[in-house]
């Protein structure tokens, strides 16, 4: 009797979820076996981001639990380690310690997404949100609502400023919806919940390098009417988003990005504790070692059955994969195009495993949209363009509808949705606030900007990874004297600039450090002074330098 033969998905998100729907029923009868591969447990829906963060509906009710959306298939909780298309192979490791899984397969499914592009500008993947992942988001929910307790209490009128300026790099749909949420919330908690905080004191920058917002209604190669463009919705998006009081800064790169300010293109520099980045995604490094054929942006090219090019055996789609659309062009990276190929795709499986003949993908979506806050948005809807309150009710019933998976999660957000007027805005901080032991941050500043000032003092503990510090000393009235320069693999803290008569420590250049809560670093010092005493007195390995470990001492 032959073996059933095994599908792999690899991967959790709108692709999978109708793959799997797809292929529901010879599960059921046991003629094939599905098992779906996620880092996570949970699908995270991303189109209501902006709501979550500005506590319109509740964080959980944004995750939807995979081993309900995938039943029967098999849930696989794992990061993909590798995948070896010869020996139909995947290997996965788990996430307490590492251990290595192997999974073959007779059909593979790529549809992991697509990572954030951490190399836009300096500084991103140490100081920005993302809103890839869900992580992110509920730590940035909490960080919008720490930064109006932190300026509550705050009377230098800089420092109080920097904490309520949110930056936000990136125009298109995700940026601008955050955008239009934020700036309603920001309303909101300076009328209702803190009553010290002027709104006028509040700035939500949005930044982005095209001429107008929204270049997804652009109507270029990749948008589904690649010759239709819609200029009347992106000027009422974009003056929408000024009537709310976003300040708008266009045809403007970030060059640069620090735990204190953004850097742009303009030569001009926003003082800032947050800092949101949507400015595009990239492939997953993943795909680099697989030899497949791939487009300029490193995704999958697929033939017209959604097969990888040149493979039986392997099928792609969504923000991985280079979809040839009907109209011309290629498929653009949104979740109703993600559903369709993956309908497309389960059909073909099961046309491929009963030995008919595939079919080509021909299928378009209704259209796209977006809410751009207090109850506004802008789409089209098979080609008729929609704005205002009647397109944000669309918009919010194509969601709901098609959008959100599982039941149970619609029948939440309705819940939210209807008592959220009533009671107001979440505005609890969750989640842990404090740094765990021997936690350590990755910083970046650039040149002339201050590190430690004996003004603010900061209990950090930097080591110096790249560029060059300058140890300042200020005289009253008068010029600072520049007491010393020191470079990578040297450290400072607040009480070795005190030692020194130090008042500052400044980048000369563009700096990273990685950096360490003051009591942390005194406390690793000791284990490894500790364990230095140990191996010396055992003699099994060559004693350690005392000196270079004796220097960290930072504090």
Not at 295 to 314: P, Q
Not at 334 to 348: C, E, P, S, T, Y
Request: hydrophobic residues 40%; neutral net charge.
């Amino acid at each position: 009797m032959p073996e059933t033969p095994h599908v792999l998905i690899l991967g959790g998100g709108f692709v999978a979820q109708k793959v799997a729907r797809r292929l529901r029923r010879p599960i059921e009868r046991g003629e094939l076996m599905v098992t779906v591969v996620d880092r996570d447990n949970f699908f995270t829906f991303h189109g209501l981001i902006g709501e979550m963060v500005t506590g319109r509906i509740l964080p959980s009710n944004l995750l939807n639990p995979a081993r309900r959306i995938f039943s029967p298939a098999h849930v696989h909780v794992g990061e993909i380690e590798s995948i070896d298309i010869e020996a139909k192979r995947v290997v996965t490791s788990r996430r307490l310690d590492g251990a290595r899984f192997e999974l073959d397969y007779d059909q593979a499914v790529v549809c992991i997404g697509s990572g954030e592009n951490l190399e836009a500008y300096p500084g991103l993947s140490e100081h920005a949100f993302r809103l890839k992942s869900f992580d992110d988001c509920f730590r940035l929910k909490n960080h919008v609502i720490e930064m109006f307790e932190l300026a509550d209490i705050e009377s230098d009128p800089s420092e109080r400023r920097r904490l309520l300026t949110f930056f936000i790099a990136g125009g298109g749909f995700s940026g601008s919806e955050l955008a239009g949420e934020l700036a309603q919330f920001v309303d909101r908690l300076t009328s209702r919940e803190y009553n010290r905080i002027r709104r006028d004191e509040c700035r939500v920058v949005l930044v982005h390098p095209g001429p107008t917002l929204l270049p997804e209604l652009y109507g270029s190669k990749n948008a589904e009417r690649s010759a239709k463009s819609y200029p009347r919705l992106v000027e009422f998006g974009m003056n929408h988003a000024r009537k709310l009081g976003i300040e708008l800064m266009l045809e403007t790169r970030v060059t640069g990005a620090t735990l204190n300010e953004v850097y742009l293109s303009n030569d001009e520099h926003v003082p800032t504790r947050t800092i949101v980045s949507a400015v595009g995604s990239k492939a997953w490094a993943l795909l680099d070692d697989i030899d497949l054929p791939k487009d300029e942006r490193g995704r999958l090219v697929t033939d017209e059955f959604l097969r990888v090019d040149g493979r039986s055996d392997l099928w792609a789609g969504g923000d991985c994969a280079s979809v040839r659309h009907p109209h011309g062009g290629t498929c653009p990276p949104v979740a109703l195009f993600a559903q369709k190929h993956g309908d497309h795709i389960g059909r073909n499986i099961r046309r491929a495993l009963d030995g008919r003949s595939l079919r080509p993908f021909r299928s378009t979506v209704l259209g796209q949209g977006i809410s751009i806050g207090r109850r506004t948005a802008v789409g089209v809807l098979k080609g008729i363009p929609l704005k205002g309150r009647f397109a944000w009710i669309m918009w919010r019933l194509v969601l709901w509808t098609i959008a959100v998976p599982s039941w149970d999660r619609r029948l939440r957000l309705l819940a939210d949705w209807a008592i959220w007027p009533i009671v107001g805005r979440d505005i609890v901080q969750m989640g842990p606030t404090g740094m765990a032991a021997y936690d350590v941050r990755h910083h970046v500043y650039q040149a002339g900007e201050s590190i430690a000032d004996s003004a603010r003092p900061v209990r950090l503990v930097h080591v110096i990874v790249e560029g060059e510090v300058e140890i300042v000393r200020g005289q009253e009235g008068g010029e600072a004297e520049l007491l010393e320069t020191i470079g990578a693999g040297d450290h400072f803290g607040r009480k070795w600039l005190e030692r020194r008569g130090a008042n500052v420590a400044r980048a000369k250049s563009l700096v990273r450090t990685v950096a360490l809560q003051e009591d942390q670093a005194n406390q690793l010092q000791d284990v490894l002074l500790s364990t230095e005493r140990i191996v010396a007195r055992t003699g099994l390995f060559p004693t350690i330098d005392s000196e270079s470990v004796g220097r960290g001492k930072s504090s």
